[in-house]
């Protein structure tokens, strides 16, 4: 790749890992993910709640609580869950376990959750892009989350980082842009897969700035920042857990966040509508659903548990650590975000040529 302005031969930065170097570091990472997790659900659970809290809060049914995760076990979706869980196990002083049924995005445990029992034994910690991307491509699969899942609460919100390799000289989302505009299809982007929300972020930054480049798709997100630091592929769009400490170290450069407003882990690095794209604003979320059979009484319990268990700054902690913003939410505004984002995927993903 050739900066145009300079004239100079713009070159890797590192060396590129083997596959079994990449296979450890991801496993290495995943293995100290969950350690930390570990320690930290130790330290809520010690945390005594009192016996007014319990008694204002109490569960909504004698049966242990099943709270099914839609990805494996170790990842951010996986510790999110297990750290709410730890904390909505005391406040409503009832036994709360994760299941992990991994597949289709999420859409497996979605499915699961809505044959679900109506006394709320059964709830689904949802992923947005279950909820709004997958149904877009998965073409034959006809449940449809919005209308076959009934919302309870939203827990957390994240956001994106959109990093680059360091030797680049985009300094500036505007610098990238530039770039892109004055040569099409000269830089390329990775992502965590086709249709992931740092895939679909980048396509929309395409959609928005109108200018071509080249996604490589990779399985998952750590073979694709390596990429990005030994300069093979330009830039990605990376979680802020992993984005802070590339960026911190000097390994990567941060140019933007995806959300509304700036990261509380990443205060210094601007928002994508701050570094010159207006109207750019994608953040991912976690949330509480369950079957269309609850009553909204009985939701709306379940949500003033949520409410009270993310109150705690224990877990308010936690989530930063992970690179989340706590973010409660009635049910309607849960169903009014999900809808946004519903259509707004939806017209990003048309056109594109995803199989």
């Known amino acids: 790749m050739k900066d145009n302005q300079q004239g100079r031969v713009l070159k890797p930065c590192i060396a590129a890992p083997s596959q079994s170097e990449t296979v450890l570091g991801q496993r290495r990472t ?9 320690a930290s659900l130790a330290a809520m659970q010690s945390h005594p709640f009192s016996s007014a809290w319990a008694q204002n809060t109490a569960s909504w049914t004698s049966k242990p609580i099943r709270l099914l995760v839609g990805y494996p076990p170790g990842g951010p979706v996986d510790l999110a869950a297990r750290s709410f869980g730890a904390t909505l196990e005391k406040v409503i002083g ?7 049924k991994g597949g289709a995005s999420g859409m497996l445990a979605a499915q699961t959750i809505a044959q679900a029992p109506s006394d709320g034994s059964y709830l689904f910690f949802a992923a947005s892009p279950t909820i709004s991307i997958a149904p877009h491509l998965q073409k034959g699969n006809n449940f449809d989350p919005l209308t076959q899942l009934v ?11 959109l990093m680059v390799n360091k030797d680049l000289p985009f300094k500036t989302v505007s610098d990238l842009v530039a770039y892109a505009k004055a040569n099409p299809d000269k830089l390329s982007f990775g992502s965590a897969g086709v249709g992931g929300s740092n895939h679909l972020s980048a396509e929309l ?9 080249v996604h490589v798709p990779y399985r998952g997100n750590a073979p694709a920042m390596l990429d990005v630091m030994g300069g093979k592929i330009a830039f990605m769009f990376d979680i802020v857990i992993t984005a802070k400490g590339y960026h911190e170290s000097g390994k990567a450069r941060a140019l933007a966040v995806t959300s509304k407003t700036r990261n509380r882990a990443l205060p210094d690095i601007p928002t994508m509508v701050e570094a010159g ?9 976690f949330a509480l659903y369950g079957p269309t059979s609850l009553n909204r009484d009985l939701i709306a319990k379940i949500n003033q548990a949520t409410k009270l268990s ?25 169903a009014s975000l999900a809808k946004n984002e519903h259509g707004m995927w939806a017209e990003v993903i048309r056109g594109l040529k995803i199989d």
Not at 30 to 38: N, W
Not at 318 to 332: C, I
């Open 151 to 161: 919302p309870i609460a939203q827990v957390v919100e994240y956001a994106n980082v």
């Open 310 to 334: 993310l109150s705690q700054p224990a877990l308010v902690g936690r989530m930063t650590e992970l690179g989340f913003e706590v973010r409660h939410s009635s049910a309607d505004e849960l």
């Open 30 to 38: 995943s293995l100290k993910r969950i350690a930390i997790a570990g």
């Open 277 to 285: 794209v207006p109207g750019f604003d994608v953040t991912g979320w």
């Open 205 to 213: 930054l395409k959609k928005m700035t109108q200018t071509q480049m």
């Open 94 to 100: 009832q036994s709360v376990v994760i299941e992990n």
